[in-house]
């Protein structure tokens, strides 16, 4: 099992930049992919952008393609997100999420963090 916190969410204008923190605990031994998914109020959850577990490979949304960078630092067992640029459309609860394989993948994630909030005012 691994358990996901993320941290950094909060309440930004339009044209902010925002970075998000994911830690990770539990079974960090394990090599796992990570990434990131969000959900908009009304809307289902949406695919975000992953990193495979070396951090050598990325894939983005075209939606935020760009302007969001994934990265990790396998040493401290944490995940970033850092968003530039924001608009209001990036509005949403963002999920750190694991998959328990070692490339780079969109599909429904193994582990999900309890999430945090961007909100951005126009």
């Known amino acids: 099992q691994v358990q996901l916190e993320e941290s950094g969410g909060g309440l930004v204008q339009a044209g902010d930049s925002l970075k998000l923190s994911c830690a990770a605990s539990?079974?960090?031994?394990?090599?796992?992919?990570m990434g990131w998914f969000r959900q908009a109020p009304g809307k289902e959850h949406e695919f975000v952008a992953a990193?495979?577990?070396?951090?050598?490979?990325?894939f983005y949304a075209d939606s935020v393609k760009g302007r969001f960078t994934i990265s990790r630092d396998n040493a401290k067992n944490t995940l970033y997100l850092q968003i530039h640029t924001l608009k209001p459309d990036d509005t949403a609860v963002y999920y750190c999420?694991?998959?328990?394989?070692?490339?780079?993948?969109?599909?429904?994630?193994?582990?999900w963090g309890q999430g945090t909030q961007v909100t951005v005012s126009a």
């Open positions: 539990g079974r960090t031994d394990s090599s796992y992919a």
């Open positions: 990193i495979d577990w070396i951090g050598d490979n990325t």
């Open positions: 999420v694991a998959w328990t394989t070692l490339v780079v993948t969109t599909g429904t994630p193994d582990y």
